[in-house]
């Protein structure tokens, strides 16, 4: 006979009786506990009811939306703002399968969100049958789509299951994992410790080697304008004041790539956004020392290599701050390799050069008066329209000039965004969009989750276009629900706008009918707002724009604002010359000349 561990109930580990008795339900939760998670995302049924009772006796956010692809959507912004994994769970068959474009997302956005997916007993879906209800073999259809992927065949494969799931997700690049939880096992009883401290299982954020270290702090000290590049992931680790002394004690000027651009706190003034400001260019061909930091140095920064990295400064060394050994050297060539988590690695960093801080670099201060220079001619344009309604410009600096200065910016949309780079107006602590899967739609399923993962005491800035919103326009209840501190501020040029401007760069203006991509004039978001018992304005004039953002938060009413804007500048003009920087935008669409 084989020695096999017998699959019985209530022995984790065989051998140990703790004297305490939990449910797999409930040990799930306290496994997520120990990584200080403590909401959940999704629609319950018979497999779940039970761990959301319990959730909620724990303390949890219990958070149902309308749809199991926002849910997925929400965690993903959770986890962001959390700076920890988060857990999605869906119901067998359909629910998991809506929720399965967001395991793409996340495994495109680097999230770390784990999917509980129900599924019938076993021996339901082993038998030879057809015609099951709610039923569908579900691992298999997902397993391209995470990291890992696992099924709770026995109770007491809880802990291994649930523990590699929080290793796997966080290790490398972090990202999505599938779960399946079948219900013959939710009900057992495990007999089992308290959780142990994620040290005990799995790699906590690891330091890179001293040597290198040491290296990387060389190159610094010999540079005459070494920078500092900023990716998404400093966000997502809530590592912003470990960047900002690093920054401080090199004097030197940060860059953001298109993904990161949350400032840090402290260090706004001298962050300048890759690609969209003049002085960014200067600093890019100026720059000899670069240390990439939280980021993929992928297509929108042109992989480090073309376009702007191709002037000044060629032979510029890089240093690359990061998580995971195979993103070395994939996309360019780097000079030393900081492998580790860049919580620990940054600090490292600073510790090497605490000795030698750099005097402000030279040109510093005529950068930082030249980007303020830059936001206030925009702000001077000349914003008028042929059709009277709002120019998209105009929207995003009355917009975003009315942010709080706390705020959490959430964003979505396609021409809208386009101009947000250009124009934006603000300097956020936190942007949530959806950068590198461009997946429309993410925007108020993200602002939830953000604002969940929050505890709602920031305000939350939400600009979106039109169609974009209308995708999870369900979600406004969740909003409703738990009174979340959100002002909505709604682009509406009626139309797929991108797509409408792709028909004219492609066909010719007026050559086309752009078959599909006008829709109703006739919808009001300030009024679906009103509907869901949220206060809605309707805002036509672009200088009172400002003015009712920010009433809008004085009333602690969340709050939706349709503001008309003008279609003929939101697509792209008559000439296509209306989208700010659009070339230098489809510079990321390199195929293959990078
Ligand atoms: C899920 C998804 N579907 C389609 C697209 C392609 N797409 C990019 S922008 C765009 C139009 C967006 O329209 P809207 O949200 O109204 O923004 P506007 O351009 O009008 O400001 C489309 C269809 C996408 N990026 N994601
Ligand atoms: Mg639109």
Redesign the pocket.
């Known amino acids: 006979m084989y020695s096999d561990d017998k699959p019985t109930a209530a022995n984790t580990p065989a051998n140990t009786d703790t004297g305490r008795s939990i449910p797999v339900y409930e040990r799930i939760l306290e496994l997520f506990e120990a990584e200080g998670v403590k909401a959940v995302f999704g629609i319950p049924d018979p497999n779940f009811v039970h761990l959301f009772v319990a959730a909620e006796q724990r303390g949890w956010k219990v958070v149902t939306p309308h749809h199991e692809l926002a849910a997925g959507m929400m965690a993903e912004a959770y986890a962001r703002m959390n700076g920890t994994p988060a857990l999605c769970i869906s119901t067998l068959g359909p629910g998991v399968a809506l929720a399965s474009g967001s395991m793409m997302n996340a495994l495109v956005e680097n999230s770390p969100v784990i999917y509980l997916g129900g599924q019938r007993a076993r021996i339901t879906e082993r038998r030879v049958r057809r015609g099951r209800i709610q039923f569908i073999q579900q691992e298999a259809l997902f397993k391209n789509s995470v990291k890992f992927s696992a099924s709770i065949e026995y109770a007491d494969q809880t802990d291994e299951i649930i523990r590699h799931a929080l290793r796997v997700c966080q290790s490398g690049t972090p990202g999505p994992v599938y779960i399946e939880y079948p219900s013959h096992v939710i009900l057992q009883e495990l007999n089992v410790p308290p959780a142990l401290p994620p040290k005990a299982y799995r790699l906590v954020e690891p330091g890179a080697d001293s040597d290198q270290i040491a290296e990387a702090a060389e190159l610094i000290k010999a540079a005459d304008c070494p920078i500092l590049l900023v990716g998404h992931a400093v966000q997502c680790t809530r590592a912003g004041a470990k960047v900002k002394e690093l920054a401080e004690l090199m004097g030197c000027p940060v860059l953001q790539t298109s993904g990161g651009t949350a400032f840090i706190e402290g260090i706004e003034e001298r962050t300048f956004p890759y690609l969209f400001a003049e002085v960014g260019d200067e600093i890019v061909a100026r720059s000899d020392v670069v240390v990439a930091i939280g980021t993929e140095i992928g297509e929108p920064v042109h992989y480090g290599r073309g376009f702007l990295w191709a002037e000044g400064n060629t032979d510029r060394k890089w240093i690359n701050i990061e998580l995971d050994p195979e993103a070395i050297g994939q996309n360019r060539p780097i000079d030393v390799p900081l492998v580790g988590d860049l919580r620990t690695v940054v600090p490292q960093l600073y510790a090497a050069l605490k000795n030698s801080p750099r005097s402000e670099h030279p040109d510093l201060q005529r950068w930082i008066a030249e980007d303020k220079k830059r936001l206030a001619d925009l702000r001077n344009e000349d914003f008028s329209t042929d059709s009277g309604r709002v120019h998209?410009g105009k929207w995003v600096i009355e917009t975003t000039g009315a942010m709080p200065k706390n705020a959490i910016h959430v964003r979505?949309?396609?021409?809208?965004?386009i101009f947000t780079w250009t124009y934006l107006q603000a300097k956020p602590h936190d942007v949530i969009w959806n950068q590198n899967f461009?997946?429309?739609?993410t925007g108020l399923p993200y602002a939830v989750g953000a604002s969940i993962a929050d505890g709602g005491k920031r305000p939350v800035l939400f600009t979106?276009?039109?169609?974009?919103?209308l995708?999870h326009i369900g979600e406004l209840e969740v909003v409703e629900r738990f009174n979340l501190p959100m002002v909505i501020v709604v682009?509406v040029?009626n139309?797929?706008?991108?797509?409408?401007?792709v028909y004219k760069r492609t066909f010719g203006h007026g050559k086309s009918t752009e078959p599909g991509?006008h829709w109703s004039k006739n919808v009001r978001f300030d009024q679906m707002a009103e509907s869901f018992g949220l206060q809605g304005m309707f805002v036509e004039n672009g200088d009172d724009i400002g003015k009712a953002v920010t009433e809008a938060f004085a009333s602690g009413k969340p709050t939706v604002i349709h503001v008309p804007i003008d279609p003929v500048v939101?697509?792209g003009g008559n000439e296509n010359l209306n989208t700010p920087n659009y070339d230098r935008f489809r510079t990321w669409y390199a195929e293959g000349q990078q």
């Open positions: 998209t979505d949309g396609g021409c809208t965004v461009g997946c429309l739609g979106t276009s039109d169609s974009s919103f995708y682009a040029d139309a797929w706008g991108l797509e409408v401007g991509v939101n697509h």
